[in-house]
């Protein structure tokens, strides 16, 4: 399953030899990932960090360095929004692209710590009867595992 997200997002810019690669890198990441949540103790029983997370990172990150740069050129000149906003030439450089693909992770982790822990502050400050003690102990986990390290990273 893993190897399926992470194929998600490059297939329309690889051949199947390097699908092959994203598959080999994907079996990897994901063990990555087990490997992270039984160190950090995270209660994932359905293990949709290793999957979700590390796999469709290294998908993201395959289209930076494994991405043929002439379907990505084709794929996006013949979108609409590109009529307005011109490719730089410099998309045929791999570095360039892997960079903009950094930077999109960056973004999506911010944006799942922070709508996260959104909901989660919510749900503490309403008052439930017997669900309480889930959200207290899902909270806790949250900040805990979640967003305590990004928080030490980016600070």
């Known amino acids: 399953l893993g190897a399926l997200v992470a194929i998600t997002g ?17 079996t990897l990441f994901y063990h990555l990932g087990v490997h992270a949540e039984y160190r950090w103790d995270i209660r994932d029983t359905a293990r949709v960090f290793p999957v979700h997370g590390m ?21 996006y000149e013949n979108l ?22 950094l930077a999109a992770i960056g973004v999506i982790m911010a944006w799942s710590v922070g709508s996260c822990g ?10 439930m009867q017997g669900f309480a003690n889930f959200v207290d102990f ?5 900040i805990d595992y979640y967003v305590a390290p990004v928080l030490t990273v980016l600070l």
């Open 10 to 26: 490059v297939c329309p810019y690889i051949d199947s030899q390097r699908a092959i690669v994203v598959g080999v890198g994907a």
């Open 55 to 75: 796999c469709g990172m290294w998908g993201l990150l395959c289209v930076g360095f494994l991405g043929q740069s002439n379907l990505i050129r084709q794929t």
């Open 80 to 101: 609409c929004l590109c009529v307005y906003i011109k490719l730089p030439e410099t998309i045929d450089s791999q570095g360039y692209l892997f960079l903009y693909q």
């Open 118 to 127: 959104f909901v989660f502050l919510v749900l503490r400050l309403i008052p």
């Open 138 to 142: 899902a909270v806790v986990d949250f």
